[in-house]
């Protein structure tokens, strides 16, 4: 999908194949799309891995973040997850796989060892954030987590909090939400975030929901992309407020 505010890409984006070790769900490779920006590898190495959620990777929301971010100075990728690829529901798919694939992902970044990122950030949509989240727990260095409409409760249920994981957590941490997310409402999660030892940050976009769009967005491509745009900038001055730090 093109994004009407871009007039020209400065990066340039390459379909690759993800090798799987073992089958996962019955698939044995994963789609991704890289995004490597215009001077990649000069000046800072820094790489974005965004996951989706229930659709696939072309969702617009991750499209429009991998596409941004690389037209400013990161190195993106994204990539489907096992039921994406054989184009089934997420469903009931175990944890398990989707970190398994996520992980496996992983491997694009060091595809070119003279080129390889010298710092990475992981995020990702609902069941992709979830999956993000638990690699952050894992020894695979991470320098930083995002979080697109987290699913912190099961939905309509906010007094059942599944929180413990965000306690587990070491990197820092910047959340964008909707007031009308039914599996994160607000105060449910700032009370957790209240308990986690890590940095955090929250911002909030009134009037929407899982997806990240308020109602008169829906249905208006340009005001979609509006949106989009304004989240990538939310999640661009965080990766730049804490590469700024020394």
């Not at 093109?2 to 994963?30: C, H, Y």
Request: with cysteine.
């Amino acid at each position: 999908m093109s994004d009407p505010e871009i007039k020209e890409d400065a990066a340039r984006f390459e379909e690759v194949t993800v090798d799987l070790t073992e089958p996962l769900d019955g698939v044995e490779t994963l789609s991704a799309v890289i995004g490597i920006p215009e001077w990649w590898p000069t000046g800072t190495r820094v790489a974005v891995v965004i996951a989706h959620g229930e659709g696939d990777m072309n969702d617009p929301l991750v499209t429009a973040l991998h596409r941004n971010l690389a037209n400013s100075r990161f190195f993106t990728v994204r990539f489907n997850f096992p039921f994406a690829e054989a184009r089934k529901a997420l469903g009931k798919t175990a944890p398990q796989t989707l970190d398994k694939a996520f992980r496996a992902a992983l491997s694009v970044l060091g595809r070119d060892p003279t080129s390889a990122p010298s710092q990475v950030f992981l995020g990702g949509v609902g069941a992709g954030a979830l999956s993000a989240a638990r690699l952050g727990t894992t020894r695979f260095p991470v320098d930083g987590l995002f979080f697109l409409g987290y699913p912190l409760h099961p939905q309509g249920k906010p007094l059942e909090p599944d929180a413990e994981l965000l306690y587990r957590l070491i990197p820092s941490m910047l959340f964008i939400q909707g007031t009308e997310d039914p599996q994160c409402e607000l105060d449910t999660l700032r009370r957790c975030l209240a308990r986690v030892g890590t940095p955090s940050s929250l911002r909030v976009i009134a009037g929407a929901d899982a997806s990240l769009l308020r109602p008169e967005a829906k249905n208006e491509p340009a005001a979609a992309q509006a949106g989009y745009k304004a989240i990538s900038r939310v999640v661009e001055k965080w990766l730049d407020g804490l590469l700024d730090q020394p």
